[in-house]
Every structure is written in structure tokens, then in C-alpha cells.
């Protein structure tokens, strides 16, 4: 039994260390937004525990960004919740150096957040990124299936 447990974490391993580029992203909203993106990217790749990713959205906002706005990260793996993060993503882009409200005239936000010590290592997780806006409509919805986390060096 220890045998097939040490090839199973093998061959997670070695699909940790393949898996270099980031599947695609894809829209998830069910309705219209408040931004509509033009791209979206997560770095570094694959995610870091205990590390900073990185979401950039470029876009065009139809409405401010105001205070209140929250960003919600949900990981599943098979069609079970493996993972989750809120924040507040006022205070995220204020450590990019922006302040709510975020004027329609901005195209590229970039939010950073710590991936939690309790992110799942080397299994392919779906991930949804919504952002929503203190108005309480949706900001953006992405998502992406296979995204793995690492334990990367320092």
C-alpha cells in the first residue's frame, strides 16, 4: 500500500511540475457586469502557497469601483469546495496604490491576495475569481478548470 501511495505522489508531482502554463480563462457571469473584460491573467503560475497571486483584468468599467466592493475566490475539485477567500478588493487595489472609488477612466485593475495555507497542493482545481461591486452588481466573473497550487520556494 505504501508502494502505490509513493507512485500516486509521484505522479501528482510530476504533474505539478508540468503544468507550467495556465489553462484558459473564461467569463462565468451569468448577466451583464459592471466590467467588461478584454483579458485576464493569474501570476505566478502554478499559485503559490502561502505566496501573493496576482489578478490583472483589462477592461472597460461602466460604473466606479466604490467602497464596498468584494472579491470572492472559490476553488472546487470534484464538484466540491476546496477552497474559498473574501476579501475586500477596495483595500486590495489600495495596496496597488489605487483608492475606491475607481474611476470608469481606469482599464487594468490588479488585486493581489495570499494564497491561504489550506490551498490544495497538485490536483487540478476549478477556479472562479467575482468580483462585486459595493452597488452589489457584479464587477466580473472568471473562471478556469485545472489550476494548480505549489509549495514554491521563497
Same mark, same amino acid.
Not at 473584460?37 to 505566478?44: D, K, Q, V
Not at 475586500?88 to 472609488?101: E, I, V, Y
Not at 477612466?105 to 491576495?113: G, K, L, Q, Y
Given at each position: 500500500m505504501k508502494f502505490i501511495a509513493a507512485i500516486a505522489a509521484l505522479a501528482c508531482a510530476a504533474i505539478? =511540475?508540468?503544468q507550467t502554463t495556465m489553462p484558459p480563462i473564461t467569463n462565468c457571469a451569468t448577466g451583464a457586469t459592471d466590467l467588461t473584460?478584454?483579458?485576464?491573467?493569474?501570476?505566478?503560475y502554478p499559485l503559490c502557497v502561502n505566496q501573493n497571486v496576482c489578478a490583472t483584468g483589462t477592461g472597460q468599467l461602466s460604473t466606479p469601483v466604490i467602497e464596498g466592493a468584494q472579491l470572492s475566490i472559490i476553488g472546487r475539485y470534484l464538484n466540491k469546495i476546496v477552497y474559498t477567500d473574501s476579501e475586500? *478588493?477596495?483595500? *486590495?487595489?489600495?495596496?496597488?496604490?489605487? !483608492?475606491?472609488?475607481i474611476p470608469v477612466?481606469? !482599464?487594468?485593475?490588479?488585486?493581489?491576495?495570499l494564497?491561504?495555507?489550506?490551498?490544495?497542493?497538485g490536483i487540478p482545481v476549478d477556479l472562479q475569481v467575482q468580483a462585486t461591486n459595493g452597488n452589489g452588481h457584479?464587477?466580473?466573473? =472568471? @473562471?478556469?478548470?485545472?489550476?494548480?497550487? @505549489?509549495?514554491c520556494p521563497s
Open positions: 505539478v =511540475q508540468a473584460i478584454n483579458s485576464f491573467t493569474l501570476a505566478p475586500d *478588493l477596495c483595500s *486590495l487595489l489600495a495596496a496597488q496604490g489605487f !483608492t475606491c472609488p477612466t481606469m !482599464t487594468s485593475i490588479t488585486a493581489c491576495v494564497v491561504k495555507p489550506t490551498a490544495p497542493v457584479v464587477l466580473f466573473c =472568471q @473562471a478556469s478548470n485545472g489550476v494548480y497550487a @505549489a509549495n
